[in-house]
């Protein structure tokens, strides 16, 4: 079965930083795209970046762009997120997503396999 563990999100104050980690379990790491997803309370889930195992797929939301960084370790099988800069306005749930095959998509639905979500919650 395809698995992913999100882990790293936390409790900070407006600028800080924190890591994201998605572990990935269940299928091949040679064709597959990572998302990370956001989901506030009363919002809808939104897109917020993403990474292909090719590097030829990726993106950010306007949003997080210059603040957030994507990668990952093959090795690992895990993505990361790294979130500088935080903004109240970055407090949400935080969902790691997969798909097959190496293509990122903004969309919730173009992703089968989702992680458990991590809560991430800055104060001003």
């Known amino acids: 079965d395809v698995q992913l563990q999100a882990s790293g ?12 980690s998605c572990t990935v379990s269940g299928f ?7 998302g990370w ?4 309370p009363g919002k809808e889930r939104e897109a917020v970046s993403c990474v292909s195992s090719d590097g030829f797929s990726s993106y950010y939301a306007d949003s997080v762009k210059g603040r957030n960084t994507i990668s990952s370790d093959t090795a690992k099988n895990t993505v990361y997120l790294q979130m500088n800069s935080l903004k109240p306005e970055d ?7 997969g798909r097959l095959p190496a293509r990122c998509w903004r969309s919730v639905e173009m992703y089968a396999y989702w992680g458990q979500g991590a809560q991430v919650t800055v104060s001003s």
Request: hydrophobic share 40%; charged share 15%.
């Open 9 to 20: 999100g936390g409790s900070v104050q407006a600028g800080g930083s924190l890591r994201l």
């Open 28 to 34: 091949s790491f040679d064709d597959y795209a990572i």
């Open 37 to 40: 997803f956001r989901q506030a």
């Open 91 to 97: 407090t949400a749930v935080y969902y790691c997503a």
